[in-house]
């Protein structure tokens, strides 16, 4: 059984540029979350998609936005890259259940550097 | 905002001595807990959770976490530990009345065990 997976693994972006990550969430599973972890710092919520729409969204730019597909797999798209998004995003899959979030499961993440 | 607050950033033990890592968190109202594992080089992994029931929960590996809610408090422990338990530590909180979906993370405990 597959676990969360994540690509690319590594990126090198500059400034201005646009990037998009790619997520395929655990068997079975059919919500997916982002989240930007700082280095030194707990990841930070970006936002959660569900059933194809972006449910909930935490305190980032609308320079950051995603999409999911119908086989719920997920893509987090930045804009106007600036040096402050330098992060290693993570992916966390789930089941939604009867009104709240199952237990989220990280994938690997994808190192954004941004020179 | 709910925050959560991980006040030990850097614990250096040897190996067979206790653990305690301390978290607290802000919400007043109900709330899911979690500790989750980063081993160096790998992705966030779940140790343990606590949504309902026995306020002692325990996870893998042999680790062990009390929920006190009097004290918001969700400390982390483990009576022995050893040299593959060098990793960091992240807690997070879920409200679980608010309908919100994210995790809440803290800022994370470095533990390194000297063998």
């Known amino acids: 059984d597959a676990g969360v997976t994540q690509s690319p693994t590594h990126l090198i972006k500059t400034r201005g540029q646009q990037v998009t990550l790619r997520c395929s969430p655990k068997?079975?599973?059919?919500?997916v979350s982002w989240y930007q972890q700082a280095l030194g710092q707990g990841p930070q919520f970006i936002f959660q998609?569900?059933?194809?729409?972006?449910?909930q969204r935490g305190n980032f730019p609308d320079r950051f936005s995603g999409h999911q597909f119908p086989n719920y797999s997920s893509e987090l798209n930045v804009n106007a890259l600036l040096l402050g998004d330098s992060a290693l995003y993570l992916c966390?899959?789930?089941?939604?259940?009867?009104?709240?979030?199952?237990?989220?499961?990280f994938g690997p993440g994808t190192r954004l550097t941004v020179l | 905002a709910q925050s959560v607050s991980q006040h030990n950033h850097h614990v250096i033990l040897s190996e067979a001595a206790s653990l305690e890592l301390g978290c607290n968190y802000s919400?007043?109202?109900?709330?899911?807990l979690f500790w989750y594992v980063q081993y160096p080089g790998q992705h966030l992994q779940l140790l343990l959770k606590?949504?309902?029931?026995?306020?002692l929960v325990k996870g893998i590996k042999g680790f062990e976490a009390e929920f006190i809610k009097s004290k918001f408090s969700f400390n982390l422990r483990k009576p022995s530990v050893q040299w593959s338990d060098t990793a960091e530590y992240f807690c997070?909180?879920?409200?679980?009345?608010?309908?919100?979906?994210?995790?809440?993370f803290g800022s994370g405990t470095r533990l390194q065990v000297q063998p």
């Open positions: 966390a899959s789930s089941l939604e259940l009867a009104g709240y979030t199952d237990t989220q499961y």
């Open positions: 068997s079975g599973h059919d919500t």
């Open positions: 998609y569900y059933e194809e729409e972006e449910r």
């Open positions: 919400y007043g109202g109900t709330v899911n």
């Open positions: 606590y949504f309902s029931g026995d306020p």
């Open positions: 997070a909180v879920i409200e679980v009345d608010t309908g919100r979906r994210a995790l809440t």
